[in-house]
């Protein structure tokens, strides 16, 4: 088993930052990553990253401007948040697989611990 307990959301202007952690314990994982939720939408892909290696993937419309980091000794998944724009406006939950293999990294069906959500809101 793997308990997330994530913490650092707020209100935020447009162009501001913010900075998500992620703490994780039980079981080693494989990977990590942040998955957001925005009001009557479904919950999408943000940035994953492997804890051993520390090899980052984004998405397209995240890249440049978050960025996904670990902390192996505290055993935590951080995700830097700049230029923050509105539409970036979700719940945003940390997830985690110990999975080596499975359905890609980008896709919620590939990890099997979740975290309870932070609120991160953009005001324009």
């Known amino acids: 088993q793997v308990q997330l307990v994530e913490s650092g959301g707020g209100l935020v202007q447009t162009g501001g930052s913010l900075r998500l952690s992620c703490a994780a314990s039980?079981?080693?994982?494989?990977?990590m990553g942040w998955f957001r939720q925005a009001p009557g939408k479904e919950r999408e892909f943000v940035a994953r990253?492997?804890?051993?290696?520390?090899?980052?993937g984004y998405a397209d419309s995240v890249k440049g401007r978050f960025t996904i980091s670990r902390d192996n000794a505290k055993n935590t998944v951080d995700l830097q948040l700049n230029s923050l724009k509105p539409e970036d406006t979700a719940i945003y939950f940390c997830?985690?697989?110990?999975?080596?293999?499975?359905?890609?990294?980008?896709?919620?069906?590939?990890?099997?611990?979740w975290g309870q959500g932070t609120q991160v809101t953009v005001s324009s």
């Open positions: 997830a985690a697989t110990t999975a080596v293999i499975g359905v890609s990294l980008v896709s919620r069906n590939r990890y099997e611990y």
């Open positions: 039980g079981r080693s994982t494989y990977a």
């Open positions: 990253i492997l804890m051993n290696s520390g090899n980052a």
